[in-house]
């Protein structure tokens, strides 16, 4: 039964996939936690991620490197436009956290943030991945390992389940695409 402030979770796919999804998010973050090395990669590259530091890194490229700005301005218009497709997404699906999830200790995010699917985190770094490659395309294979390594980290730390990220990865990857689309020709030069 719902509350009237919290419907009832639907499950982004069939209950044999929700299940198969389960237990291999289960797996990756039971690998995660038997080595020390391990969660402390899984919590720093799950952190890296956050719209905060990628803030930051765009303003920083803005003010230091002006000749990139036209690049600059279209990778973060990616990034922003997988985020404002993520929310609507999570508040229709309402899928809950992973039940051990260590983001839940936030209570501010927890209340923020509260539902899993598609992941926030994975929609921004494979926009900013993807639109970054799409624009020097040479550096493609650490962007891209720095995208997985970020989704790797969501789902080891329990803040979210596979089928969670690579759905944000799918949003990601397709608002960098169109981005990319709608301004061809107009960047770097």
Partial sequence: MSSPHRPEPSAPAGPALVTMDSRLSAWVVRQARASRTLRLIARLAARAGD???????????LLVAPALRSATIQIALSALMAGAAVAPVKYAVRRPRPEDAQYQSSAIWAHYDAYSFPSGHAARMSA?????????????????????????????????????????????????VLIYLLRPGTLLG
């Fill in 128 to 176: 900013l991945a993807t639109g970054a490659a799409l624009l020097f395309p040479g550096s493609w294979l650490p962007l891209v390992a720095g995208a997985a390594l970020v989704c790797w980290g969501r789902v080891a730390t329990a803040a979210h389940f596979v089928g969670d990220v690579l759905a944000g990865a799918l949003l990601g990857i397709l608002a960098a």
């Fill in 51 to 61: 719209g905060i530091v990628w803030l930051g890194v765009a303003v920083g490229a």
